[in-house]
C-alpha cells in the first residue's frame, strides 16, 4: 500500500494568501499520517484481509457449524440422548454400528451415537465460553491493572505490576487439572467448577499479553501527544492506552476457545467433569470409547474428531485474525 | 552472575511464602476441615487428636501457620493418605521417571522441531511447509490423551512392536541405583534392561512430545522467516559467505533466541508430570502419582506437590535467564 500514489489534493481555495497557508496545513497532514492508515481504518482492513483467507473463511465456516449444532441440535436430534434405545442389542464384545435407524450406530448402552454426539456440541459450546469468558474478565483485569500501574509509572506502579505478574507467573505453572481439583475440592464437583478451572488456566496469558500491548502503546507517539496537549495521565491511560490494546486480547480468547474446549475433555476424561456422566459430553464420550477400544474403535472415533475439527475451526479463525492484525505481515 | 543467580533464587522466598499462605488457607477452606483432609480414611480420634497437636489446632490461627512453616523448613510434607510413606520420598522415587520422559520427549520435540521448521522457512509456500505448518496446528488441536490412546491401540496392541504398560517389563530383574532406569542399565551393563526401559519410554515420549513438538516447530519456522528478512543475512550473502555460514552463524544462531524460551519453559511443564500420558500408559512417575493422589483426596502429596511446582518454575526460569545470556552476548544478566 506504500507504493501506492498520494492522495488528490483538493483544488486551491479562494486567494494566495490563505491558500498557501491552507495547502501547508494539508501537506502536513497528510505528511504526519503513515501510508498504512491512509483511507481505511485498521477494522476495515482487518475484515477485507480476512475475507480474502481461505484459512479464515474455513475457520469460521467450521465455527459457525458449530455454533448452529450446539444452538439447534437438541431440538432436532432423532433421540433422546440418555434414552437406552437400543438396550436389547448390545451383547458383550458387540455393539451395532451404523443402520438407517442409527446413523452413526449406538454406544456401549444403546444409546443413538449420533443424537449424543450433535447433542454434546452445546454442553462443548457452554464449557468453551464461560471458561473463556471468566479467563479473559479475570485476565484481562489483572493485565490491564499491572499494564496501568506499569504505565503510570513510579515506584508503586511498578511494585503493583511486579506483584502482580509474580501471581501471574505463579498460575502459569500450576497444570489445569491441579487447578480443577482444588476448585472442586472446595465448591463441590459441578459443571461450574470445571468452568472455573479451565478458565483460571487461561487467565495468565489474558493477563500478559493485555499487560505487555499496554506497555507497547504506552510509548507510542499519540500518547506522548496527549500527553503534551495536557490530558491526564489516568485519561490517557484508560482512554487511549487501553482500548488500543485490546485487539491482540481479543484475537487470544479466539484461541482460548480451542484451548479450553480440548482442556475441558481432558478433565472429564480422568473423570473430574461434570459429575452427571449421562448428560453427553465429548470428552466423557472419548473416556467411556476407551472401553470399546479393541472391538469398535470408531466410537472414540466420533468424538475425537468432533473435538479435533472443533478446536481447528477456532485456532485457524484465531490465528488468520492475528494475522490480519499483525502490521509486520502487512504487506 | 553470581549475583543475578543468588537475587534469584532470593526471590523464591516471597513466592513460595505466599504460596504457603494459599495452601493453608485452602486446607482450611475443605469441607471437613484439615484434620479429615489430611488423615483420609485413617482418621480415628487418636489420629485425629495427633494431628491437631502436630499441626498445632488448637493453637490461635497465627500459630497454626507458624506450625506449618516450621514443618515446610524442615521439608517436612506430611505422610501421603494413600502409600503412608512421607510424601517428599514419594516425589523422589517417582521423579527419575517423569525425568526419563520429560527428557525423551524434549529429544523428540527439539531434535525433529527445529529441523523441520527450518526447512519450512526456507521454503516458504511448499508442500513441505504447507504440511508442517498444518500439521503442527492439527497437533495442537488432539486432545493428547486421545493422541496417547491411538498410539497404545496401533503400535502397542495391534502391531505389537512397544510395550505400552509402565517403565520397565516385570521380572526384568534390573538393578536400580538412581531410579533413572535406562541409566541404572548402562551403569550395572545389564544392556536388556536399559534397551526394555527405553522401549517403554517411546509411545509415552511421543505422546508428550506432541505438544511441544508443534509449538518449537511453528515458533521456529515464524522465527527464521523473520531473520531471513534481516538486512545483516543479506550482507552477510552479499559479501560472498558460504550458504553453511550464513546459515549456521547468522539465521540458526539469531534465530533460535525465541526458541530457547520456549524450549526453557515446556521443559519446567513437562516436568511437572504429563498427567493424561502417564495415566494412559500406567507410566510411574509424578503426572500418575498425583492422578491418584486427585482420585483419593490426597491433600498431603497435592500440597506437596504445588510447593515442588513451583520450586521447579523457578529454578528453569532461571535456568532459562542464564542460558540465554550465554547464547545471546547482547543480553547481559544485570
Not at chain 1, 105 to 124: M, N, V
Not at chain 1, 195 to 220: C, D, E, N
Not at chain 1, 224 to 232: D, E, I, K
Not at chain 2, 257 to 266: D, E, K, R
Request: a positive charge; charged letters at 15%.
Amino acid at each position: 500500500m506504500a507504493t501506492e500514489p498520494a492522495q488528490k489534493l483538493p483544488p486551491p481555495p479562494g486567494p494566495i494568501g490563505r491558500w498557501r497557508g491552507e495547502r501547508l496545513d494539508q501537506l502536513a497532514e497528510l505528511a504526519a499520517t503513515p501510508p498504512d492508515e491512509r483511507g481505511e481504518s485498521l477494522t476495515r482492513e482487518t475484515l477485507r484481509r480476512l475475507r480474502h483467507s481461505p484459512m479464515a473463511m474455513t475457520g469460521a465456516a467450521v465455527v459457525l457449524v458449530f455454533v448452529v449444532v450446539a444452538l439447534v441440535g437438541p431440538y432436532v436430534i432423532p433421540y433422546s440422548p440418555t434414552a437406552l434405545v437400543g438396550l436389547d442389542q448390545i451383547r458383550p464384545g458387540q455393539i451395532p454400528g451404523p443402520s438407517a435407524d442409527h446413523w452413526l450406530g449406538l454406544d456401549h448402552q444403546g444409546r443413538d451415537e449420533f443424537s449424543r454426539l450433535l447433542f454434546g456440541a452445546r454442553q462443548t459450546l457452554l464449557v468453551g465460553i464461560v471458561a473463556t469468558l471468566i479467563g479473559f474478565t479475570a485476565g484481562a483485569a489483572i493485565g490491564g491493572l499491572a499494564g496501568a500501574a506499569n504505565a503510570l509509572g513510579g515506584r508503586l506502579g511498578r511494585w503493583v505490576d511486579s506483584v502482580l505478574m509474580r501471581f501471574i507467573d505463579l498460575l502459569l505453572a500450576m497444570p489445569p487439572l491441579l487447578l480443577a481439583f482444588s476448585i472442586a475440592a472446595v465448591l463441590g464437583r459441578s459443571l461450574l467448577a470445571v468452568m472455573i478451572a479451565v478458565g483460571v488456566a487461561a487467565t495468565p496469558i489474558f493477563a500478559r499479553l493485555l499487560r505487555g500491548s499496554m506497555i507497547a502503546q504506552a510509548h507510542r507517539d499519540y500518547v506522548l501527544a496527549a500527553t503534551a496537549l495536557g490530558v491526564r495521565r489516568n485519561r490517557v491511560v484508560l482512554g487511549h492506552v487501553l482500548p488500543n490494546s485490546l485487539a491482540p486480547v481479543i484475537v487470544q480468547a479466539t484461541l482460548t476457545l480451542a484451548t479450553a474446549i480440548i482442556e475441558a475433555a481432558g478433565l472429564s476424561f480422568l473423570g473430574l467433569g461434570n459429575p452427571d456422566a449421562r448428560i453427553p459430553e465429548w470428552g466423557v464420550m472419548l473416556a467411556q470409547a476407551q472401553a470399546q477400544l479393541s472391538f469398535r474403535p470408531i466410537l472414540a472415533v466420533y468424538p475425537a474428531a468432533a473435538i479435533i475439527i472443533t478446536a481447528l475451526g477456532f485456532t485457524l479463525l484465531g490465528e488468520s485474525m492475528r494475522e490480519a492484525l499483525d502490521p509486520k505481515l502487512r504487506r | 552472575m553470581a549475583r543475578f543467580i543468588v537475587r534469584r533464587l532470593l526471590q523464591l522466598i516471597p513466592t513460595l511464602a505466599a504460596l504457603s499462605v494459599l495452601l493453608f488457607i485452602w486446607l482450611r477452606a475443605l469441607p471437613g476441615g484439615p484434620e479429615a483432609a489430611l488423615l483420609g480414611e485413617r482418621a480415628t480420634p487418636e489420629t485425629q487428636a495427633a494431628i491437631r497437636e502436630r499441626l498445632g489446632l488448637d493453637e490461635p490461627i497465627l500459630g497454626q501457620y507458624a506450625a506449618y512453616v516450621r514443618q515446610l523448613l524442615q521439608l517436612d510434607f506430611g505422610t501421603s493418605t494413600q502409600t503412608r510413606q512421607p510424601v517428599l520420598e514419594e516425589f523422589l522415587n517417582r521423579f527419575p521417571g517423569t525425568i526419563e520422559l520429560t527428557a525423551t520427549a524434549m529429544v523428540i520435540a527439539v531434535g525433529v522441531g527445529i529441523p523441520l521448521g527450518y526447512f519450512a522457512a526456507r521454503r516458504r509456500g511448499s508442500l513441505l511447509d504447507n504440511l508442517t505448518v498444518g500439521g503442527s496446528m492439527v497437533g495442537i488441536c488432539t486432545p493428547i490423551f486421545f493422541l496417547a490412546f491411538v498410539l497404545k491401540w496401533i503400535f502397542g496392541e495391534n502391531l505389537g512392536w512397544l510395550p505400552t504398560i509402565g517403565r520397565q517389563s516385570p521380572g526384568a530383574g534390573a538393578t536400580h541405583i538412581t531410579n533413572l532406569f535406562v541409566l541404572d542399565g548402562i551403569i550395572t551393563r545389564e544392556w536388556d534392561a536399559a534397551w526394555d526401559a527405553f522401549l517403554h519410554l517411546l509411545l509415552p515420549g511421543i505422546a508428550v512430545a506432541s505438544i511441544p513438538f508443534a509449538i518449537i516447530v511453528r515458533m521456529t519456522r515464524a522465527s527464521v522467516l523473520e531473520v531471513l528478512g534481516e538486512d545483516y543475512v543479506r550482507t552477510a550473502e552479499s559479501k560472498g559467505l558460504t550458504h553453511r555460514v550464513v546459515r549456521g552463524r547468522h539465521v540458526l544462531r539469531n534465530a533460535l533466541l525465541p526458541v530457547v524460551t520456549a524450549i526453557g519453559v515446556l521443559t519446567g511443564a513437562l516436568l511437572s508430570g504429563a498427567v493424561l500420558t502417564e495415566t494412559v500408559f500406567a507410566f510411574n512417575g509424578i503426572g500418575l502419582f498425583v492422578y491418584e493422589a486427585i482420585r483419593n483426596a490426597d491433600y498431603p502429596v497435592l500440597m506437596g506437590f504445588i510447593m515442588f511446582i513451583a520450586f521447579t518454575f523457578v529454578m528453569v526460569n532461571l535456568l532459562v535467564d542464564i542460558s540465554y545470556s550465554i547464547i545471546d552476548p547482547r543480553v547481559r544478566v544485570n
